[in-house]
């Protein structure tokens, strides 16, 4: 079964094309409400999820203590935890790059031309021209300052889709009848056992990385690895011995997490 992403920008009718190809395919369409509720099921903090948005920091946000990569990890590891199911239509939060490397996804850019977008805010939200127009730029660089902060790519980069459509030219029902049946080309092989199993680790490793930011604990240089499910390898340089007790009790208290074997450096003393 077809496991696809769809990337839009405000104004595309990206999610009404993402629905239909849903219906069409008989697959689910994991959209905001929906990624919540497997947040929910995780057993993240859902309040915590909402409190970010998805923009780049500023050095204000950063001395306040706010720590968006929290944010970037615990929605990846939302993603992943959709994906490994291996079918599905998944909207947005940089699921064309966290899936990337797996052959078994579609990557679908969902676009139009500026004055469409315009059209498409003031017929279906009611804007006036200057709130839409206001809407979509102020959007538009959210998203391309948050993405390249995340993933450090620009969300626009042709190389991250493998189809772009534009409903604005073809219309909404042609738009994601012609990304149903490219789902369905043969040569578009569905998420063998390898593929899932290694997407259930990076979903659980996400959900470590996020827990160690958190906490402060994140080693420098840091690596989580799970080379082998539910057994978390971690290495990295600490501060002091305690750490690596706090360490390995964040980790085990997470679902899933079996055993944890440590490769951590206690960094020398500075002796002026």
């Excluded at 279906?124 to 998203?143: H, L, P, Q, Y």
């Excluded at 980790?251 to 002026?272: C, H, K, N, S, Y």
């Amino acid at each position: 079964m077809p496991l696809i992403t769809i990337t839009q920008s405000i104004g595309c009718d990206g999610w009404e094309v993402a629905r239909k190809v849903a219906d069409d395919l008989e697959v689910g369409l994991y959209d905001d409400s929906r990624l919540k509720e497997e947040a929910v099921r995780m057993g993240l903090d859902v309040e915590k999820l909402d409190e970010f948005q998805e923009k780049a920091p500023s050095w204000f946000n950063r001395l306040m203590g706010e720590k968006p990569e929290v944010y970037a990890n615990l929605i990846a590891s939302v993603i992943y935890e959709a994906a490994r199911r291996g079918e599905g239509v998944i909207i947005g939060h940089g699921s064309q790059v966290l899936l990337q490397d797996f052959s078994c996804a579609l990557h679908v850019l969902v676009t139009a031309n500026k004055e469409q977008r315009i059209t498409n805010l003031m017929q279906k939200r009611g804007f006036s021209r200057e709130a839409a127009e206001k809407v979509i730029r102020n959007s538009d660089r959210k998203n391309k300052e948050f993405f390249q902060y995340a993933f450090r790519r620009d969300w626009e980069d042709p190389s991250l889709y493998d189809l772009c459509v534009n409903p604005s030219k073809v219309g909404i029902q042609r738009a994601s009848q012609t990304i149903a049946a490219t789902a369905r080309y043969p040569e578009l092989n569905a998420c063998n056992i390898y593929a899932l199993d290694a997407i259930e680790r990076l979903s659980l490793t996400k959900r470590i990385e996020a827990a160690l930011l958190e906490l402060d604990l994140q080693p420098m240089g840091g690596k989580v690895e799970m080379l082998e499910k539910g057994v978390v390898q971690i290495s990295g340089l600490i501060y002091k011995h305690e750490d690596e007790e706090r360490i390995a009790k964040a980790i085990r208290g997470i679902p899933g997490v079996e055993r944890v074997e440590m490769d951590l450096m206690v960094m020398p003393a500075v002796t002026v």
